[in-house]
């Protein structure tokens, strides 16, 4: 039940030991006209390294990361990292923030005062939340999960025992990728608690009946197509996690490069470099490659699967250059969907590019469950 101040303090050692690797990468080869067609370029992934030898700053981010109190605890046998703002306002709702892969605690950054203290950024003082952002297990300053079995369902039940350790008998959810999968688990195995769930996806998928399909508004028909293509074209990271995840963590754990070419192919060039530097610097300095990417693999052989809807309050904001979320197939695995807006800017991480939006969304669905 202990909670444990936690600051981050990466040894000099840890950062020469990189500058050392970086400085003698032996790049792979591309055909000359082969550009991201084949995946991550080479030429994108170069430009990344010279900036993280050149001008990137580890420290100043620590510093920034720091700004926020930050603890540790142990839940279930595992470590967990997780920062705690709380509000000025002493009425604030208590919110978890859950990020996924291949992000970390960094992807809530450009939210944490927007939330915590509307007052001060020009928002109405009843919209504030006390934050608690934890790192996954296995993710991050949370370390390596040491056991099978962390599955977004053990993860939920987690979260819902930190917020109750942590004092908050109410509370919201928000998730975004794979948060946006343990979120509503927190709200289906701790409904008496739970206020209601905001995500930035919904991942309702096809059930396999072609009657399914029959129905669908022409925009969820064009979704469905999306998908279909994304699952043939886009999907080898999740493939790989969820089948051979140690695999390719052998060479992960070896190679800072090969960590960011592996984080950057969804993380990609349309962010802010040191954005995708800073989450792929944390996935390095922990370690963390093979351990993240056991989560793909546990959701993937979880047994005892929860099979009716989820009924707590949902909230959806879907963005642009996103997973579009399909209505028909989320109303059939959540039965309480309050709010479900789709916006034409924005991308997968929001939280990051469009903060605002990201903000307004999250406060007005909260709002509207008084």
Sequence with gaps: MDINEYRIDIPQADLDDLDQRLSRVRW?????????????????????????????????WEARLNQYPQFTTTIDGQNVHFMHVRSPEPDATPLLLTHGWPTTVVEYLDVIDRL???????????????????????????????ERGWNRYRIAKAWAELMHRLGYEQYGAHGNDGGSLISPEVGRCDPEHVLGVHVTQVFS?????????????????????????????GGAYDKLQ????????????????????????????????????????????????????????EDFHATDKPTE????????????????????????????????????????FAAHDAPELLVDDIRGFFRRLG
Aim: charged share 20%; proline share 7%; hydrophobic share 35%.
């Design 116 to 146: 915590s203290d509307p007052r001060a950024h020009g928002g109405d003082p009843a919209d504030a939340f006390h934050l608690v952002i934890p790192s996954v297990p296995g993710f991050g300053f949370s370390g390596h999960t040491t």
């Design 28 to 60: 792979t080869n591309e055909l000359p006209d082969g550009g991201a067609d084949y995946g991550v370029s080479l030429e994108y992934l170069q430009g990344l390294v010279r900036r993280w030898r050149e001008e990137y700053d580890w420290r100043a």
């Design 205 to 233: 998928f096809p059930s396999g009946d072609p009657a399914e399909l029959e129905n669908l508004s022409p925009e969820d028909q064009k979704n469905v197509e999306f998908l279909a293509w994304w699952l043939e074209n």
């Design 242 to 297: 969820s089948t051979a995840p140690q695999t390719l963590s052998h060479a992960l754990a070896d190679s800072p490069v090969g960590q960011l070419g592996w984080n950057a192919q969804l993380l990609g060039p349309n962010l802010d470099p040191d954005y995708v530097l800073t989450n792929t610097m944390i996935y390095w300095l922990t370690n963390t490659a093979a351990s993240s990417a056991r989560l793909y693999y």
């Design 309 to 348: 809807p989820t009924t707590v309050p949902l909230g959806l904001a879907n963005f642009a250059w996103d997973f579009h979320s399909i209505r028909a197939f989320a109303e059939r695995d959540h039965k309480n969907i309050v709010s479900w807006n789709v916006y034409d800017t924005g991308s997968h």
